[in-house]
């Protein structure tokens, strides 16, 4: 280890002085790596990239352990949101050409060391936590940055005693070293990882989480929640809101189950064009591998992706303040409502204003193409394309109706597309031509289509009852009728029948004998799969719900019957059970 160059920053405040050190480091001492982390990092990056040598790395631990932690949950590569994520790549490289252009405008030039540790300083200041951590700077660190904190175990209670130190690269394949990009990297460590734990320790679950039924520190789901808010947080003061990085390491990650190390090098030449860049991506998924050619490799990093996707859905049920006071879980929320002790802690200046935080989040979320389902759904009812799309797609147009009187009623309702009614110029009872006022030309009909449609008006169903007329069951798609009605089969009833009834009974069944306003899986006297011993009439289907996807928790609910062909054992015969 070499220890480059020392230096303290040193600012007074109420007469008391609070002193900022900033550490310069060829090499990361091994304390401050985890087990993942190679230590030959430098030296196989140059074989690779300049003389094309497959990278073979070397770990402060056996390779039993580090086998151990590959297969870990933490490490298993998921594929869950392989879609968003390819979707934001291909939106950036489709908007920007490559991500090194994305990088450019979304996080400014490339500055150097010392300016960004003027800037860390006063980040430091502005959230009043100066003198609590030291910022140090390597070259060989295998991320852009991680916070590093030790002392006593929790379990003594004794958060005040624990030594914070930040750790950030100093290399060209750090993209958040630039003017912009490294404030976002204080938002991502200082102003979510090291404020969370500093608020963790004035926690009263922080020296026994299980008493609380609190996850482990070390568990998938608080893992997820914590690199899933950082991942958000690190957007807040950039140009541009893509979750383009947490996209990256998710996409590598799935591709590296296909690809050998070269091979996925060579991959993501299509969507980032820095060689060092490329090579921190292939490394960090490939490094648990005994062989780096081999396929597979190690999807912590998902968890970037994975959180901010999770928190991103469900912005309007999280309470924010709650969720910075500590190491909690979103769905740990409600468990520590009534216990946190809200009143002494640190929040970053971007959460000063909850409002228009929670603005920045949704308009991040919709940028992304992440937001909740319920905002989506709202979103298309708005504009009124779902509705209309839904009543085009069970117009009368593809269905052939042949009906006289199932055809007069459509006419009433307005169901007919316009190329129906366009050519609707014959007698609707005998096809043979009408005039003007709809008299038949031939007098064969001793009715008036036109009469005959207004006293269907007077009792017709209305537009969405109609529509479910034409729609059966699923095992038939269509709803058919006979293919020559006679014309004696249509028999006109008294208006008085109709008023006042929801659906078609068995006694209006010789008026529209092939149709019927009932689902057939619902039963009914009209579809002669109803026992009339039952207790209870049954309830009709209601149509309405054709028009969207069908759920289990429909409201038909019939009083089972005693004679059930398959009983179910333990269940009371009487009680209700969905059809």
């Known amino acids: 280890m070499k220890r480059k160059q020392s230096r303290k920053l040193v600012s007074s405040n109420h007469q008391q002085q609070k002193k900022i050190v900033f550490q310069n480091f060829e090499e990361t001492p091994n304390k401050y790596r985890s087990n993942i982390d190679p230590i030959n990092l430098e030296e196989q990056k140059l074989r690779f990239l300049h003389d094309g040598i497959t990278p ?3 770990f402060k631990t056996d390779h039993g352990n580090i086998l151990d932690i590959t297969n870990s949950k933490k490490g298993q590569i998921r594929f869950d949101y392989l879609s968003e994520a390819t979707r934001i790549l291909e939106k950036v490289r489709m908007k920007f050409g490559c991500g090194d252009r994305y990088m450019e405008e979304a996080f400014g030039e490339s500055i150097e060391c010392d300016h960004a540790s003027a800037v860390v300083a006063r980040y ?32 003594y209670n004794k958060p005040e005693a624990r030594k914070y130190s930040l750790w950030m690269k100093n290399s060209l394949d750090n993209a958040f070293l630039r003017d912009k990009g490294i404030k976002c990297l204080a938002d991502h460590e200082i102003g979510t990882h090291f404020l969370r734990n500093l608020n963790d320790g004035l926690q009263p679950w922080f020296s026994d989480r299980p008493r609380f039924g609190l996850r482990g520190l070390k568990s998938q789901g608080l893992l997820e929640t914590e690199e899933g808010l950082a991942a958000i947080n690190t957007l807040l003061q950039s140009n541009h809101k893509m979750l383009f990085f947490p996209a990256l390491t998710y996409y590598t990650a799935c591709k590296a189950t296909e690809m050998s190390f070269q091979e996925l090098f060579d991959h993501l030449q299509f969507y980032i064009r820095d060689c060092n860049l490329r090579w ?24 970037y992706f994975t959180g901010a996707v999770d928190i991103l859905r469900n912005i309007d049920k999280i309470d924010f303040n709650l969720l910075y006071s500590g190491k909690v879980c979103i769905d740990e929320l409600p468990r520590v409502k009534r216990i946190a002790r809200l009143d002494c802690l640190k929040l970053p200046n971007f959460m000063r204003n909850m409002d228009e935080y929670r603005k920045q989040l949704k308009y991040i979320a919709t940028v992304n193409g992440l937001q909740s389902k319920s905002a989506k759904k709202s979103v298309k009812l708005k504009s009124g394309s779902r509705r209309n799309s ?15 009187a199932c055809t007069g009623a459509f006419d009433s309702c307005d ?12 007698c609707k009872l005998c096809n043979s031509e009408s005039d003007i006022n709809g008299k ?37 798609t269509r709803a058919t009728v006979n293919d020559s009605p006679s014309i004696s089969s249509a028999k006109t009833r008294p208006i008085s029948e109709y008023k006042g009834s929801g659906h078609l009974t068995a006694s209006s069944q010789s ?15 009209a579809m002669s ?22 759920k289990m928790d429909s409201p038909n609910l019939l009083q089972r019957k005693q004679n059930c062909k398959d009983p179910v054992k333990d269940i009371n015969p009487t009680s209700i059970v969905r059809f």
Not at 289 to 302: A, C, I, W
Not at 415 to 426: L, P
Not at 456 to 464: G, K, T, W
Request: glycine content about 4%.
């Open 56 to 58: 073979q790395f070397q």
């Open 124 to 155: 430091m200041k502005e959230c009043g936590v100066e003198g609590m951590l030291t910022v140090s700077w390597s070259k060989d660190l295998s991320c852009s940055g991680c916070l590093r904190w030790f002392g006593p175990c929790n379990r």
């Open 280 to 303: 921190k991506y292939v490394m960090r998924v490939k490094r648990g591998l005994h062989d780096t050619n081999d396929v597979g490799g190690y999807g912590k990093d998902q968890c």
């Open 390 to 404: 839904s009543y085009r797609q069970f117009s009368m147009k593809s269905i052939a109706v042949n009906n006289a």
């Open 415 to 426: 169901v007919q597309s316009e190329t129906d009614k366009s050519e609707s110029k014959s």
């Open 440 to 476: 038949c030309v031939a007098n064969c009909c001793n009715d008036d289509v036109n009469s005959l449609s207004s006293s269907f008006a007077i009792a017709s169903p209305s537009r969405a009852d109609a529509i479910r007329i034409a729609v059966d069951d699923q095992t038939s």
């Open 511 to 525: 008026f529209c004998p092939s149709y019927t306003w009932q689902s057939v899986r619902t039963p009914s006297p």
């Open 529 to 550: 799969n109803y026992n009339d011993d039952c207790d209870e009439s049954p309830i009709p289907y209601s149509p309405s719900r054709w028009l969207r996807r069908r």
